[in-house]
């Protein structure tokens, strides 16, 4: 079977990193009913299919449907909808709930506002996959001024301050889309803080765990008014930002903390 892509989901299904998780945990899980919400060119549903009775495919783009509705035609039972997988009404309960819209801190996809809406219809030992993510903020001293990934090392970066792992997440229950936190994050090493590195780390399964790869979740650099700084120095860090809000909902500051004398 020849199969057809988006460039973007030539992109997705070439991430072998990514997807390698992602077939293990379908592999072991799908049973009976399962739903591919997000299922642009329908790889995931077309490992599902393998294993479960039932599978109901949703995509909201109209043409990547038709992509996935062509790609998934040799099985005959998968079900591809085109339609906004957190409006959609479902017929059935699912044992499986498949949800890959992540993004860094999902900040920028849909993933909780999706799975927020669907959880409804999953059983009560029902699964998700993946079943959450770790969220990690660092310090650094970027070459970009604005937001950005990075991707193939840029923009460069270097990292001046303690991580700190700052939220678990997971997605058996309905995730509160606004987030707001105030940090202390102390400085390892001499320079100028202008930007917070924001790292995902995916649960596919509770035993599985997938770090940012080129398609998944690549670290998310937020840009700071400058800071110099140096070893021991304390920052206050203020972030908050809509999950599912887009990056412009992303806001960020920080100052350095005087100790009192
Ligand atoms: C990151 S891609 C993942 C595609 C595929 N599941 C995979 O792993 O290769 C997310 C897909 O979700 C679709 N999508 C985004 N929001 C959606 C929504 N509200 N309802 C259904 N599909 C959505 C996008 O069009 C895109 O094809």
């Given at each position: 079977?020849?199969?057809?892509?988006?460039?973007?989901?030539?992109?997705?299904?070439?991430?072998?990193?990514?997807?390698?998780?992602?077939?293990?945990?379908?592999?072991?899980?799908?049973?009976?009913?399962?739903?591919?919400?997000?299922?642009?060119?329908g790889?995931?549903?077309?490992?599902?299919?393998?294993?479960?009775?039932?599978?109901?495919?949703?995509?909201?783009?109209?043409?990547?449907?038709?992509?996935?509705?062509?790609?998934?035609?040799?099985?005959?039972?998968?079900?591809?909808?085109?339609?906004?997988?957190?409006?959609?009404?479902?017929?059935?309960k699912?044992?499986?709930?498949?949800?890959?819209?992540?993004?860094t801190?999902?900040?920028?996809?849909?993933?909780?506002?999706?799975?927020?809406?669907?959880?409804?219809?999953l059983?009560?030992?029902?699964?998700?996959?993946?079943?959450?993510?770790?969220?990690?903020?660092?310090?650094?001293?970027?070459?970009?001024?604005?937001?950005?990934?990075?991707?193939?090392?840029?923009?460069?970066?270097?990292?001046?301050?303690?991580?700190?792992?700052?939220?678990?997440?997971?997605?058996?229950?309905?995730?509160?889309?606004?987030?707001?936190?105030?940090?202390?994050?102390?400085?390892?090493?001499?320079?100028?803080?202008?930007?917070?590195?924001?790292?995902?780390?995916?649960?596919?399964?509770?035993?599985?765990?997938?770090?940012?790869?080129?398609?998944?979740?690549?670290?998310?650099?937020?840009?700071?008014?400058?800071?110099n700084?140096?070893?021991?120095?304390?920052?206050?860090?203020?972030?908050?930002?809509?999950?599912?809000?887009?990056?412009?909902?992303?806001?960020?500051?920080?100052?350095?903390?005087?100790?009192?004398?």
């Amino acid at each position: 079977m020849t199969l057809v892509n988006t460039p973007y989901h030539h992109n997705l299904r070439s991430d072998y990193e990514r997807l390698a998780g992602f077939f293990e945990a379908i592999k072991e899980k799908s049973k009976g009913t399962v739903f591919d919400l997000g299922t642009g060119s329908g790889v995931l549903s077309s490992w599902a299919a393998q294993y479960a009775d039932k599978v109901v495919a949703v995509e909201i783009n109209r043409t990547t449907s038709k992509i996935a509705q062509r790609n998934l035609e040799a099985f005959n039972n998968v079900e591809v909808v085109n339609a906004d997988a957190s409006k959609y009404q479902f017929s059935t309960k699912a044992d499986v709930i498949i949800c890959e819209m992540l993004d860094t801190a999902l900040i920028d996809e849909e993933q909780v506002p999706v799975l927020n809406s669907a959880l409804k219809y999953l059983k009560e030992d029902g699964v998700i996959i993946p079943c959450g993510i770790i969220n990690c903020i660092e310090p650094v001293e970027s070459s970009c001024e604005h937001i950005s990934y990075e991707e193939d090392g840029f923009p460069k970066n270097s990292v001046l301050g303690d991580p700190i792992f700052y939220s678990k997440l997971m997605f058996s229950k309905p995730v509160e889309p606004k987030f707001k936190q105030m940090f202390m994050i102390k400085i390892n090493r001499k320079g100028i803080v202008n930007g917070l590195k924001l790292t995902t780390f995916t649960l596919i399964t509770e035993k599985i765990i997938c770090g940012p790869t080129p398609m998944l979740n690549p670290p998310l650099i937020i840009p700071l008014k400058k800071i110099n700084v140096v070893e021991n120095d304390m920052l206050e860090v203020n972030l908050s930002y809509e999950m599912g809000g887009g990056l412009e909902s992303v806001r960020a500051r920080a100052e350095k903390i005087h100790p009192k004398p």
